[in-house]
């Protein structure tokens, strides 16, 4: 997410949350080389995001990581299985999942008016949230939010719901 101040370009890239969902709590930097307007080098800094900041990944957990980009990463050789890998996003958050955000930003909107406006302006003016939504609700309307490929359900379900051991 980036936003704009007097010219200057902000990037915010780590937004702490209190839990114990362990994708939620990697990331990675790129640090890209240029000459001559051309890409000469690419390289990943991943890291930890703890309660008191950024570290970064030494040792087995920066193998771990980079097994698990590269085992992520494999199917998603081609457009086709990046749109099945969001099939599988969409399928594993359900219409269940769509109803039960929708009634927290309500819920929200009653006991916190202005939380509540914030997180639904964020669902709304965020481009992945709002192509999220309105991906959901289109293959609802057309009845083909299930059926997505097996590998990309589990992709989904795992980044979602795998736990910080």
């Given at each position: 997410?980036?936003?704009?101040?007097?010219?200057?370009?902000?990037?915010?890239?780590?937004?702490?949350?209190?839990?114990?969902l362990?994708?939620?709590?990697?990331?990675?930097?790129?640090?890209?080389?240029?000459?001559?307007?051309?890409?000469?080098?690419?390289?990943?800094?991943?890291?930890?995001?703890?309660?008191?900041?950024?570290?970064?990944?030494?040792?087995?957990?920066?193998?771990?990581?980079?097994d698990?980009?590269?085992?992520?990463?494999?199917?998603?050789?081609n457009?086709?299985?990046?749109?099945?890998?969001?099939?599988?996003?969409?399928?594993?958050?359900?219409?269940?999942?769509?109803?039960?955000?929708?009634?927290?930003?309500?819920?929200?909107?009653?006991?916190?008016?202005?939380?509540g406006?914030?997180?639904?302006?964020?669902?709304?003016?965020?481009?992945?949230?709002?192509?999220?939504?309105?991906?959901?609700?289109?293959?609802?309307?057309?009845?083909?939010?299930?059926?997505?490929?097996?590998?990309?359900?589990?992709?989904?379900?795992?980044?979602?719901?795998?736990?910080?051991?």
């Amino acid at each position: 997410m980036s936003g704009r101040n007097r010219g200057a370009v902000t990037i915010h890239f780590v937004f702490y949350q209190e839990t114990d969902l362990l994708y939620r709590k990697l990331g990675f930097l790129v640090k890209l080389g240029l000459a001559e307007k051309t890409v000469v080098y690419v390289k990943l800094v991943p890291y930890g995001i703890h309660d008191r900041g950024l570290r970064l990944l030494e040792g087995g957990a920066r193998t771990w990581f980079f097994d698990k980009l590269k085992t992520v990463s494999e199917p998603l050789d081609n457009f086709a299985n990046i749109e099945k890998a969001w099939h599988g996003f969409l399928h594993y958050y359900g219409a269940d999942g769509l109803g039960e955000e929708i009634q927290i930003i309500l819920q929200k909107l009653s006991s916190e008016p202005q939380k509540g406006a914030a997180m639904l302006r964020n669902r709304l003016t965020t481009m992945q949230h709002s192509q999220h939504w309105i991906d959901a609700l289109t293959r609802i309307m057309h009845g083909d939010l299930e059926g997505s490929p097996t590998w990309a359900y589990d992709l989904a379900e795992e980044w979602l719901t795998a736990k910080k051991q």
